[in-house]
């Protein structure tokens, strides 16, 4: 007797956002665009398909949010792990297919993030590893450019101004996300992203 082979499921991370979800941004939006009133520019580098590293400065707890509400493409955070287990936004995560990553022990989250590419999505990851908490742009971590390497995914920077650490709005009406020139995986090198997440003089 041939046995029937065992379907395998799709991990979290790669399966298709539930409907639910869809739902909530939907809301999420309407609000986010009353509150921030949020001035976004270069979506025309955003691909309209195919895998995408978003790659975006962190000054507050909002700027996940606000990427997804100015994004036209659902958007796969990468994601501290602990934050992910709090109680109360667990299931949101599981909802939004968050990547949990443990700063030490990335193996797990780095593996994700690579799957979630390979499987052709949009996953964003802040570079610096935490919020900036005087707004200044830190150091970035090289792990992108693993990834990047590892899935051939281009990468996006994004660079985000005119919020406080809390979420809220500086001032209404000055919150800002441009999306900047969209870099093949060979020039995902961490001078190259830095210099196009600093903030334009003048």
């Given at each position: ?11 979290a991370h790669?399966k298709?956002?539930h409907p ?5 941004l939907?809301l999420?939006r309407?609000?986010g665009n009353?509150l921030f009133r949020?001035?976004?520019s270069?979506?025309e580098n ?5 895998p995408?590293l ?10 996940a949010a ?5 994004c036209p493409r659902?958007v ?6 602990p ?15 968050t990547i949990?990553?443990?700063p030490g ?20 990851l ?5 919020i900036?908490r005087?707004?200044v742009?830190m ?11 590892a899935t051939?995914?281009?990468v996006?920077p994004?660079?985000?101004?005119g919020l406080?650490?809390?979420g809220?709005p500086v001032?209404r ?6 999306f900047g ?9 961490v001078?190259?992203v830095?210099a ?7």
């Open positions: 007797m041939t046995k029937t082979p065992r379907k395998i499921k799709p991990r790669t298709p956002v639910v979800y869809f739902f909530l939907r999420a309407r609000f009353w949020p001035k976004v270069g979506l955003l691909p309209a398909d195919g995408v978003l790659l975006p400065n962190h000054i507050s707890y909002g700027d606000l990427i997804q509400a100015a659902h796969r955070f990468v994601v501290y792990e934050i992910y287990h709090q109680i109360g936004l667990r299931w949101i995560m599981r909802l939004m297919r949990p990553l443990m022990n990335s193996g797990g989250g780095l593996t994700a993030t690579i799957e979630a590419l390979q499987a052709g999505h949009v996953v964003c802040f570079p610096e590893g935490s900036s005087t707004g742009l150091k970035l971590r090289h792990g992108f450019e693993r990834i990047a390497t051939g995914s281009p996006l994004v660079r985000i101004d406080k650490v809390s809220r001032t009406g000055a919150v800002t996300v441009k020139t969209l870099l093949p995986a060979e020039h995902a090198k001078d190259v830095t196009a997440l600093q903030p334009v003089q003048g």
